[in-house]
């Protein structure tokens, strides 16, 4: 039986269950709120977006891998593009692009420039320091470790634009 | 166009939400975990009944909420408590669950029954009656394996029951909302007043 060719963002997204992204975007929106009033410390609200969105990635990760056929990659470039492409287009409906990577080749920035989590967000005065898309970081790092990659996400916010670094 | 994202991102997220707030943040205090998530719940609720009233235009009876001003010539009016829960279990659950409410009782004194017979949130979960306790499987059929498995599965329905007492707040309906898993034919009723409603959500699901 000929090898399945992997296959691209679009067609996995298109295969998937959808949902309005509406409900998705409230649901953390109420999420990151309510950590706020429990929590009060905007750092350890960021620790704990973090560590959600590690134990999120380390169980999304078969779901990617099952249903995307990606091959294993070839150096960790290709594993950030394939982060970008299919990743994100696969579970947030939107293509990320890779960015500023360093000299080595061990980091760079993966920008979304449409993110579903913060549609109609505004952060507050008071929330200086909030990295609201942090699950995000988690969730790569998660994902990233169950394939032996330990990376550290960084994250960089941006309200207008989610950002991600690793 | 609507925007959408995959089943799985609200899956995951509700999953480990509720994993977060009862094993990590109160880990022996279900009580706090589960109101903590109600809150939640009660959020969504409350800002999805702008953005579904946005699109539908409801009008409101004055004497429910003195919030909403819109009017139209498309949409009927909420007369009652009734048509608002009719509301829920036709349109807004569809939104939300992608189907309608299975079934819809009423004791006419305020309590409202929904019984949903598939409820998404809880389709993909398995119960392991032995996780928790550690026992062996002679003792599968005692009542603590099966209630802890059933308690587990209880803590994810605070946030649907969030969702709709903060809608129907929103519509000026103040109730309490609770869930309840089942197997059919059982069934639970709960009670309402005129100005306190009650709505139960009775969940079946086939295990």
């Known amino acids: 039986m000929p090898p399945v060719a992997p296959r691209s963002g679009d067609s996995i997204f298109a295969n998937l269950e959808h949902m309005n992204a509406e409900l998705f975007t409230l649901t953390y929106g109420a999420i990151v709120r309510q950590l706020i009033t429990d929590l009060e410390e905007v750092d350890e609200v960021n620790k704990q977006l973090d560590q959600m969105g590690y134990n999120i990635g380390v169980r999304l990760i078969d779901e990617f891998l099952a249903k995307s056929n990606i091959s294993r990659c070839v150096d960790f470039k290709e594993t950030a593009e394939v982060i970008a492409k299919v990743g994100f287009k696969m579970f947030l409906g939107v293509t990320a692009s890779v960015i500023n990577w360093d000299a080595d080749g061990t980091s760079c920035s993966i920008v979304l420039e449409d993110n579903p989590l913060v549609d109609f967000v505004e952060l507050p005065d008071n929330c200086q320091g909030l990295h609201y898309c942090n699950i995000l970081s988690g969730v790569v790092r998660g994902a990233l470790e169950m394939m032996h990659l330990a990376a550290v996400a960084g994250h960089k916010i941006e309200i207008k634009r989610g950002f991600n670094e690793d | ?207």
């Open chain 2, 1 to 207: 166009m609507v925007r959408e994202v995959s089943e799985s991102c609200l899956d995951s997220l509700l999953t480990e939400v509720v994993s977060c707030y009862c094993n990590r943040f109160y880990p022996n205090k279900h009580d706090l975990a589960a109101r903590r998530i109600e809150a939640i719940g009660y959020q969504v609720g409350h800002q999805l009944s702008e953005r579904v009233r946005a699109r539908t235009i409801i009008l409101l009876d004055d004497h429910l909420s003195s919030q909403c001003k819109r009017y139209t010539m498309e949409r009927p009016r909420f007369n009652d408590h009734l048509e608002a829960i009719k509301f829920i279990c036709k349109d807004f659950w569809l939104e939300l669950f992608k189907k309608h409410v299975d079934n819809l009782r009423t004791n006419h004194r305020g309590t409202f029954v929904l019984q949903d017979n598939k409820f998404c949130w809880l389709a993909r979960m398995s119960i392991d009656p032995l996780a928790d306790s550690g026992k062996s499987p002679e003792d599968i059929t005692s009542p603590t394996a099966g209630n802890k498995a059933t308690h587990a599965m209880k803590m994810h329905l605070y946030f649907p029951c969030g969702i709709l007492r903060g809608f129907l707040s929103n519509l000026g309906i103040l109730c309490a909302v609770s869930a309840d898993i089942l197997t059919l034919p059982t069934c639970a009723y709960f009670s309402l007043s005129h100005t306190y409603t009650e709505i139960t959500l009775c969940i079946y699901h086939p295990y």
